[in-house]
């Protein structure tokens, strides 16, 4: 198959990706499985794998909610297959490496069963060049969707199972909504739920902006509509969604009506923990501070991506916002909120990151003692306007600021957690232990993993847990009682 042999619908634009114009952004319902496809994957499997973020994890939720309404049922294995999509990540080359790699392996499969569908979505669709490389050099692949297509798939389904001819299919839109989707949740006890799609931040080293369209909200009522349902089916936590939360509402044009309004009408609804991310601070406003103050359901955990704690270099960054400002955003965050966990995101090795500039960072990291933080070394992605900076920062250099950075913080969560030594913490039990049968895991409303020895009717429930034997990244207890948060939406 060369190109001329692919059937295009639309192929993927990354400047047209990038327009952000005045045009309303349409509510559209997904209809129903079409006539003609009801059924078609009665007694046949499905797999998909995921790579990437949360968004991707509850995108592979939608997927996967369409293909059961169209009779597949999921399967672990690649053999008993008859679907198998790659939801992919953009954000980092080796996540690219990862699943060229993949469409690689699973040619050998393909060949020995021609009627497999093997199919790519998620962000790397929406790149033009990832798509180019397919059609030269991938020819087994089936269908290519992107992330605005997602609804679409039952139609792009039907045309994969019915031509020989590769089938693309990716939107480079502004972006509209899509309400109604069905979603196969992987657990009963926690919830995704999106809140608004897209990023207008533009950040200079992230393709998202061009992957998922421009920011755009979901209507509160369908939001929370969701969240009472979930309630209803008895789901313990739920975690809110969007690549910038903190900008929920800015683009409503008939009300006024922001993050920290939906997060304040969240909280009366009876589900026991509410979470969100990811948060941008330049978006983090006093209302929602005041808010997540009132706690109760609003768990006292916030992860604030920082970046980089120089101004030169958050400038380059394009991140919006300076180290001032994000301190003194910190500071009302701590005063409202004293026993907040803050959690971050670092990206060491710049272009053109200096010695003092990152020492920047250190001190910002000592100043604001964050929990735990997500650290990773600059790599560029092809598309986004810090490709075209000069890397100049050597990668063992990089390497160095990484793992100088890291013992920081291993040492800060050492200590944090040390300070729970003795007290008892309420912990949401998710199962049993991925090292230990005997032993139970389950989060804290911080998000601390904690693992301890108890009875295995507690999962799926609220434990009371004791910590004596805290540790860097993880919390060992023992079990207390039944928590009264039990009562609560079970
Ligand atoms: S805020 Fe910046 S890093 Fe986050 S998704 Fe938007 S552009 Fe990317």
Not at 43 to 59: F, L, P, S
Not at 462 to 468: E, G, M, Q, T
Request: with cysteine; charged share 35%.
């Amino acid at each position: 198959m060369n190109e001329e042999m692919a059937r295009y619908f639309t192929r993927p634009d990354l400047k047209a990706a990038k327009k952000r114009g005045k045009q309303e952004v349409s509510v559209l319902q997904f209809e129903h499985i079409p006539e003609e496809m009801r059924g078609i994957g009665d007694g046949k499997r499905y797999m998909i794998k995921t790579y990437g973020c949360q968004m991707n994890v509850h995108d592979s939720e939608t997927i996967a909610g369409i293909l059961e309404l169209m009779g597949y049922e999921a399967t672990d294995s690649e053999e008993e297959a008859s679907v198998i999509l790659l939801n992919t990540c953009a954000i980092r080359e080796n996540a690219e490496d990862k699943v060229f790699g993949e469409i690689g392996r699973l040619k050998t499969l393909k060949t020995e069963k021609p009627e497999l569908v093997l199919g790519m979505c998620g962000c790397m669709s929406q790149e033009e060049g990832v798509v180019n490389r397919i059609l030269t050099k991938h020819q087994h692949v089936d269908l290519i969707f992107g992330t605005h297509n997602i609804h679409r798939l039952p139609h792009l389904l039907k045309e994969a199972l019915m031509s020989k001819e590769m089938v693309v299919e990716v939107w480079s839109k502004e972006g509209d909504i899509v309400e109604n989707l069905p979603k196969a949740r992987e657990d009963g006890l926690k919830a995704w739920v999106n809140i608004m799609y897209g990023c207008d931040k533009f950040c200079t080293y992230c393709i998202v902006p061009y992957t998922r369209g421009k920011e755009r909200s979901r209507r509160p009522e369908d939001v929370l509509a969701e969240i009472r349902d979930l309630a209803r089916k008895g789901y313990q936590e739920v975690t809110l969604l969007g690549q910038n939360v903190n900008a929920y509402g800015k683009d409503f044009t008939d009300r006024e009506y922001r993050f920290g309004d939906l997060m304040d009408d969240v909280r009366k609804i009876g589900i026991p923990r509410v979470r969100f991310t990811t948060s941008h601070p330049r978006d983090f406003d006093d209302h929602l501070i005041d808010v997540l103050a009132k706690k109760g359901n609003l768990v006292e955990h916030i992860h604030l991506p920082v970046q980089s704690g120089n101004d030169r270099i958050l400038k380059i960054m394009a991140r919006k916002h300076t180290r001032e400002h994000y301190l003194e955003l910190v500071r009302k965050i701590k005063e409202a909120i004293p026993d907040v966990v803050l959690t971050t995101d670092i990206i060491v090795g710049y272009p053109g990151e200096t010695e003092e500039q990152f020492q920047d960072t250190l001190s910002l990291m000592r100043e604001v003692e964050y929990d735990s933080a997500f650290t990773f070394i600059y790599s560029p992605r092809e598309g986004t306007p810090a490709a075209r900076m000069k890397d100049d920062v050597p990668m063992e250099v990089k390497k160095e600021r990484l793992h100088r950075l890291n013992r920081l913080q291993e040492e800060i969560s050492r200590r944090k957690n040390e300070a729970l030594r003795g007290e008892v913490v309420e912990v949401l039990v998710e199962g049993e232990s991925k090292k230990n049968p005997d032993i139970l895991s389950g989060r804290t409303r911080t998000n601390k993993l904690v693992n301890f020895r108890g009875p295995k009717h507690l999962v799926g429930r609220f434990a009371r847990v004791r910590i004596d034997e805290p540790r860097t990244w993880t919390l060992k207890g023992e079990w207390v009682e039944d928590s009264p948060m039990d009562q609560v939406g079970s």
